[in-house]
């Protein structure tokens, strides 16, 4: 056998396995990959401090506090105040005790001109947001009435915000 004609042979046997792997068969599928975001919020709170009430000054005694509001993005959400813990308080008459018998009447409202009193029915008088995943601010605005005749000491009373989405 010539060396030209014992090399050909062992090209074509060295080429006979790798032509043998091109020549298998494949096949394929797909599959899908799935997540589902729930919508949540959560709202944080800050104490509301008046300060001093004189029932002489003759004014209301203005104040705010802020209310932070974070849900998932495009969550239609409602923020609601209820009529805090004070015994007889209802939403449109919030009420703080004091240790003695005293009370002292005040209002929370949702704008700044005392015009729209921030409740807990959802609708009505709750304060309303879309979600865009970054914290809202939403300010309360409160008052207390002036002229009222009560006894010294500290008043007090407790709100519950609750956040519907």
Known sequence: MSMKRFLAVLL?????????????????????????????CEVTATDLDFGAYSAQSGTPLLGTTLLRATCTPETTYNIGLNEGTSPGATVNQRKMVGATTGVLNYQLYSDAT???????????????????????????????????????????DTITVRIYY
Do not use: E
């Not at 074509?12 to 975001?37: D, I, S, Y």
């Not at 005392?114 to 807990?120: E, K, L």
């Not at 959802?122 to 970054?134: E, F, I, K, Q, Y």
């Open 12 to 40: 074509a046997l060295g080429t006979m396995p790798w032509a043998a792997l091109h020549a298998q068969q494949t096949a394929q599928t797909t599959f899908r990959v799935t997540a589902n975001v729930s919508s949540v």
């Open 114 to 156: 005392h015009s729209t009193i921030w409740g807990n029915t959802t609708g009505t008088d709750t304060v309303t947001g879309v979600g865009t995943g970054l914290t809202q601010d939403h300010t309360v605005f409160g008052s207390v009435p002036a002229s009222q005749v009560i006894p010294a000491g500290d008043y007090a």
